[in-house]
């Protein structure tokens, strides 16, 4: 056997070795730490040894409130902020559209090859930088906003809502669909984020309907809004169903041009415009339409809203829509009697999300051990950025989009409207298990270029990642089960032993 076989056996061990207990009951001191913690790890993108302290000095009720509840602006630290603003392209969407469009126009027509090559390689580097820079804001918020429940559940709802940046020039639209049609609603009223998503250009292109006019029709979005946004699967709605509603949402659509179009004058006054977004009713089909049971007048964009509020507070919404929430949360399905314990929530509110979270944090479900939970990639390398570097601000968030390519879920990447499985059996397979081994490896060993300030000639900043900090020892070292205490005991470098924790089947789940 050669000198490297037992440690292969080791990590192997490692790898397969059964999770310790999930959430725990309070009792001890030691007990209540690890409950806190877990209690953490579940509602953020991960415990650090400064979000522990403030959970533990505000007490879980206070913390839960204000999680539930965050300020409407969006809050960082200074380093966190600086970074994002470095990161923020000026002016509106609009307004960078019309950049874009205009860069794609000059080189349209250039006879000379080379220099036409050149327009387009300019072209696409632009929106592969916006795109880049729409994600790296996107990690650092993630990593550092103190209203973590609200970051956790922006990735939720994009994920839900989900468009993918490959296809046409969505790359750069997806940062501002982000920020401003899905986290101002995350932890809002599940119809206003409906709304929302379906007003922003980015959703309007990736499912077509910015194409869906009377006379050509194209019922792609209408079904997925059903399909996947909301109601789900057989729950009872039919093709009549989706063709009435590609109807109702004709003329919904995208406008680059600065001037309004010219309207027939008995349906001007239906005609809207939000910057790129607009309801033309030129194009709108003002047949009457029979949907989900409802009759609905032909009469302009009143149509959308009346459709919205049909589908929003439809029971099989309330029911889809949160079972899929608590399954987000929880890590895995919750039942049915459960499922509709919440779903009631979610039709007494109105669809207020926070509503029905804080009803999930306060049924048994939530504290009980969830032994088959599994982080995804995303909340894996998340947590465990978070919890070597706590607060200190990462300088380069492309090792943290790598490590997502890498491990299947990288942002804005997932190419169907479906979105990533939430599921723990899609995460849980031999080659996701080796590549987090080798990431815990990057992130256990060094700083592994997070510190390497965007600019060439800067040096990268000396960091080394603390995982055995002060929240290790008050709430995680306990809980850890006997194969992970041996393979941590043979650790052989402060290096190697953050390695083995950060692969260990307690910090995956």
């Known amino acids: 056997m050669s000198r490297a076989a037992p440690r292969c056996l080791l990590i192997a061990a490692l790898l397969v070795a059964p999770a310790g207990p999930g959430p725990q009951a309070g009792g001890s001191p030691a007990a209540s ?3 806190d913690a877990a209690f953490l790890d579940t509602l953020t993108w991960g415990a650090t ?10 007490g879980r009720a206070r913390w839960l409130h204000g999680q539930l509840h965050p300020h409407a602006e969006t809050r960082l630290s200074p380093d966190a902020q600086a970074a994002v603003d470095a990161l923020t392209p000026p002016g509106s969407l609009f307004e960078r559209a019309q950049a874009l469009d205009a860069q794609a126009r000059a080189f349209k027509d250039i006879p000379d090859p080379e220099a036409k090559k050149a327009g387009q390689q300019a072209f696409q580097a632009a929106l592969n930088m916006a795109a880049r820079n729409a994600a790296s804001s996107w990690v650092l918020r993630a990593l550092y906003s103190p209203d973590q429940l609200r970051e ?3 990735w939720f709802w994009f994920n839900r809502f989900n468009v993918h940046q490959g296809k046409a020039t969505l790359r750069a639209a997806v940062g501002d669909y982000l920020d401003t049609a899905i986290r101002p609603h995350a932890l809002g009223r599940f119809r206003d984020l409906l709304m929302a998503s379906l007003r922003h250009p980015a959703m309007l292109r990736y499912l077509d309907n910015a194409d869906n006019a009377a006379g050509r029709i194209n019922e792609n979005y209408a079904r997925e809004i059903m399909e996947l946004h909301t109601m789900g699967v057989g729950s009872g709605y039919s093709q009549a169903d989706v063709e009435a509603l590609a ?3 004709t003329g919904v659509g995208i406008d680059l041009k600065p001037e309004d179009p010219k309207l027939r004058p008995e349906h001007a006054a239906d005609f809207r415009r939000d910057g790129l977004f607009e309801f033309n009713p030129n194009r709108h089909d003002y047949g009457d339409k029979v949907f989900l049971g409802t009759r609905i007048q032909g ?4 149509e959308v809203e009346e459709a919205v509020d049909l589908i929003a507070r439809h029971p099989a ?3 889809n829509v949160s079972r899929a929430l608590a399954t987000y949360i929880l890590g895995q399905a919750p039942d049915d009697a459960l499922a509709a314990r919440l779903a009631t929530t979610f ?3 109105d669809g207020d999300v926070a509503a029905i979270v804080e009803a999930l944090v306060r049924e048994p479900a939530f504290a009980a051990d969830r032994g088959g939970t599994f982080k995804d990639p995303v909340r894996y390398v998340f947590s465990a950025v978070r919890m070597a570097y706590d607060e200190r601000v990462i300088l380069n968030a492309g090792p943290v989009l790598g490590w997502l390519n890498r491990l299947g879920e990288g942002l804005f990447n997932r190419s169907t409207p479906d979105g990533y499985p939430l599921d723990a059996a899609a995460w849980s397979g031999p080659g996701q298990l080796a590549t987090r081994f080798e990431i815990a490896r990057q992130i256990g060993s060094g700083s592994a270029g997070l510190f390497k300030p965007p600019t060439p000639d800067q040096p990268e900043q000396p960091a080394f990642p603390v995982v055995a900090n002060g929240l290790y020892f008050a709430a995680r070292s306990e809980s850890l089960s006997a194969s992970t205490r041996a393979a941590l005991a043979q650790a052989v470098s402060p290096q190697d032993w953050n390695t083995l924790y950060l692969a260990s ?3 995956m789940r």
């Not at 040894?49 to 505000?58: K, V």
């Not at 009469?299 to 009143?302: T, V």
Request: glycine share 4%; aromatic share 10%; hydrophobic share 50%.
């Open 317 to 319: 919404t309330a029911m």
């Open 247 to 249: 109807r109702i949402l």
């Open 49 to 58: 040894p400064a979000s522990f302290a403030r959970l533990q000095a505000e």
């Open 33 to 35: 730490a690890a409950a």
């Open 299 to 302: 009469r302009g964009w009143a």
């Open 347 to 349: 039709t007494r509110t």
């Open 152 to 154: 956790r559940l922006t």
């Open 505 to 507: 089947p307690e910090f």
